[in-house]
C-alpha cells in the first residue's frame, strides 16, 4: 500500500503542470502552490467561474488519504453566473462540491474525507415523477459560505442557505441544513450547536 501511495504522489507531481494548464485553460483561476494528489474533476459552463486559493491541497486517491476517498475530489461550477470561491491553505479529500449559486470557501478550511457541499437540490422536490426534470431554480439565497478556520468531519453534508461560522467544527457525517454561529460544535442529521470551540 505505501509502494502505491508513493507511487500516486509521484506520478500527481509530474502531472500537476499539464493538469494547471488544463484547468486554465478551462477557466479556473488558480493561486500559487495548489497541490493535486491524484486527479480531480474541476469544471465550470460556460459564463460560471471556480477560483482556488493558493497552497491548497485536494486529495483524489484513496492509496494516500488516511480514511480512504470514495469519489475523486468534484468542484463543478453548473449554471452560468455560479461562482466557487476556495480560500488559500484549505486541504480537502474526495471533496464533491456542487455549485449552482455560489459556494464560499474561506481561508484554512480542513475537510474529513467525502464530504459534500451543495447549493442546490438537484432534482425537484414535489414534481413526480421525477425523472428528466430539470433541477430548480437557484436563487441567491441558497448561497453557502464555510468561514475561515472551519473544520468540516468525515461525511458531513452541507445544503444549500447555510453559513457555517467561522472557526466551527461540524462532526462526522452531520449534514447541516441551518446556519451554524462561529466557533461552534455542531453534530447530526439535522445538524445542530452541541457545543463551543475554544478559543486558545
Known sequence: ????????????????????????????RLGTGVRFVGFPTISAVRDASIRIGSRSTFVSSSSVAMLGASTACIVRARRAGASVIIGDDCGFTGIVIGCCTAITIGDRVLTGSNVTIVDNDFHPIHSIPRHDKPAPSSSPGDAVVIEDDVFLGMGATVLKGVRVGRGSVIAARSVVTRSIPPFSIAAGNPARVIGQVRQE
Open 1 to 28: 500500500m505505501e509502494i502505491r501511495a508513493t507511487l500516486v504522489r509521484v506520478i500527481s507531481r509530474l502531472a500537476r503542470p499539464a493538469l494547471r494548464w488544463r484547468l486554465t485553460a478551462k477557466g479556473v
